[in-house]
């Protein structure tokens, strides 16, 4: 481990440091205690971008006296084509620190930009769910997340659907749809990486999604949907205290005709139910895409995300969002690709999309 993440820093009666293996489960308590506390929080992402990736993971931790005040979870992210930067959470969509109060969030921010300043990387990058930092550079309004509280009644779950997307779930519950849990990651990693290379995205590895598994146990399952014995669609879902976050979700091309899509996540939500969630988080969209317009036709009301950022060694926020027209011909070119080749060649381009 970098000495400098063994030194302890000290504001007043705060004590801030690098977390270590020894705190993980102190870390995960806080995390689950904490109001705005997220899956992206827990520490077993620090050992998944460690092990899987190779990245440094930076996890603050701040104590008063004897007990945790606050957190804040950083991964270093290092690639060639994408820069150098340090990220809460890199894999997530949300991150930054969770903090008794104000005073320690912000001497955890300041202990990142010092971090970040060390290392020397880009820019500092916070997933912030709620604005922060007004004297940072933020990018708001470019994600949104959807995130609706469910009932646990079936049948009000499925009226609270908008009529025209109901009857795709019908469509699909009609077509003799099959959703199952699934033990392993094959059929999910089938489905997922053709529906990314379908919209110009390069996909993971393997080992991210085993990782996961892995990592995260009971709290993340696979659900795979088939059509008269054959895979069509399947999802990774997050479980966190009462909440459920299907994550990596996608089809081949037969799941539209199917209406595949629409019974998957309905059998997501009902699953979710009978587990005992009583919100269902649909995840994160760039706003005037596809999922974006597919969330809201599930009745899904956009809610800002707010990235915040402190450039260290570049000049501007990074801009990696297929609406930049500088990545417009990769991205049509990435959908005309064998699907053999994008599953070789994109895990190393993923692995940079953190």
């Given at each position: 481990?970098?000495?400098?993440?063994?030194?302890?820093?000290?504001?007043?009666?705060?004590?801030?440091?690098?977390?270590?293996?020894?705190?993980?489960?102190?870390?995960?308590?806080?995390?689950?205690?904490?109001?705005?506390?997220?899956?992206?929080?827990?520490?077993?992402?620090?050992?998944?971008?460690?092990?899987?990736?190779?990245?440094?993971?930076?996890?603050?931790?701040?104590?008063?006296?004897?007990?945790?005040?606050?957190?804040?979870?950083?991964?270093?992210?290092?690639?060639?084509?994408?820069?150098?930067?340090?990220?809460?959470?890199?894999?997530?969509?949300?991150?930054?620190?969770?903090?008794?109060?104000?005073?320690?969030?912000?001497?955890?921010?300041?202990?990142?930009?010092?971090?970040?300043?060390?290392?020397?990387?880009?820019?500092?990058?916070?997933?912030?769910?709620?604005?922060?930092?007004?004297?940072?550079?933020?990018?708001?309004?470019?994600?949104v997340t959807f995130r609706r509280e469910i009932s646990?009644?079936?049948?009000?779950?499925?009226?609270?659907?908008?009529?025209?997307?109901?009857?795709?779930?019908?469509?699909?519950?009609?077509?003799?749809?099959?959703?199952?849990?699934?033990?392993?990651?094959?059929?999910?990693?089938?489905?997922?990486?053709?529906?990314?290379?379908?919209?110009?995205?390069?996909?993971?590895?393997?080992?991210?999604?085993?990782?996961?598994?892995?990592?995260?146990?009971?709290?993340?399952?696979?659900?795979?949907?088939?059509?008269?014995?054959?895979?069509?669609?399947?999802?990774?879902?997050y479980y966190f205290r009462d909440q459920v976050l299907?994550?990596?979700?996608?089809?081949?091309?037969?799941?539209?005709?199917?209406?595949?899509?629409?019974?998957?996540?309905?059998?997501?939500?009902?699953?979710?139910?009978?587990?005992?969630?009583?919100?269902?988080?649909?995840?994160?969209?760039?706003?005037?895409?596809?999922?974006?317009?597919?969330?809201?036709?599930?009745?899904?009301?956009?809610?800002?995300?707010?990235?915040?950022?402190?450039?260290?060694?570049?000049?501007?926020?990074?801009?990696?969002?297929?609406?930049?027209?500088?990545?417009?011909?990769?991205?049509?070119?990435?959908?005309?690709?064998?699907?053999?080749?994008?599953?070789?060649?994109?895990?190393?381009?993923?692995?940079?999309?953190?």
């Amino acid at each position: 481990m970098p000495s400098f993440l063994l030194q302890v820093a000290t504001v007043t009666d705060i004590e801030i440091r690098a977390a270590v293996e020894a705190d993980a489960s102190d870390w995960d308590d806080y995390v689950l205690a904490h109001p705005q506390g997220t899956f992206f929080h827990r520490y077993g992402w620090k050992r998944l971008i460690e092990s899987t990736y190779r990245y440094p993971g930076h996890y603050l931790l701040a104590r008063r006296d004897t007990a945790i005040c606050g957190v804040f979870p950083l991964g270093e992210v290092r690639h060639l084509l994408f820069g150098h930067s340090l990220i809460s959470v890199p894999f997530a969509v949300y991150g930054g620190a969770l903090a008794d109060d104000d005073r320690v969030r912000a001497a955890l921010e300041a202990q990142a930009v010092d971090l970040a300043q060390q290392r020397r990387v880009d820019h500092l990058e916070v997933r912030n769910q709620q604005p922060v930092c007004d004297d940072w550079l933020r990018k708001d309004g470019l994600y949104v997340t959807f995130r609706r509280e469910i009932s646990a009644d079936h049948d009000a779950n499925m009226s609270a659907i908008p009529r025209k997307q109901r009857a795709m779930v019908r469509k699909g519950i009609k077509a003799g749809l099959i959703g199952e849990t699934d033990d392993g990651i094959e059929n999910l990693y089938q489905a997922y990486s053709e529906s990314v290379r379908n919209l110009g995205t390069p996909v993971f590895p393997k080992a991210h999604f085993r990782a996961i598994r892995a990592e995260f146990g009971d709290d993340v399952d696979v659900l795979t949907v088939c059509h008269e014995g054959q895979v069509v669609a399947s999802v990774m879902s997050y479980y966190f205290r009462d909440q459920v976050l299907p994550f990596y979700g996608g089809g081949i091309s037969a799941a539209r005709h199917l209406a595949a899509n629409d019974f998957m996540y309905w059998e997501v939500m009902r699953r979710a139910v009978e587990r005992g969630c009583r919100v269902f988080d649909f995840g994160r969209s760039k706003r005037d895409t596809g999922s974006y317009r597919f969330k809201r036709h599930w009745g899904f009301e956009p809610e800002p995300l707010s990235y915040e950022y402190r450039l260290v060694k570049a000049r501007e926020m990074p801009d990696l969002n297929p609406n930049n027209p500088k990545y417009r011909l990769f991205i049509n070119a990435w959908k005309r690709l064998p699907v053999g080749v994008s599953r070789a060649v994109g895990p190393w381009l993923a692995r940079g999309l953190a």
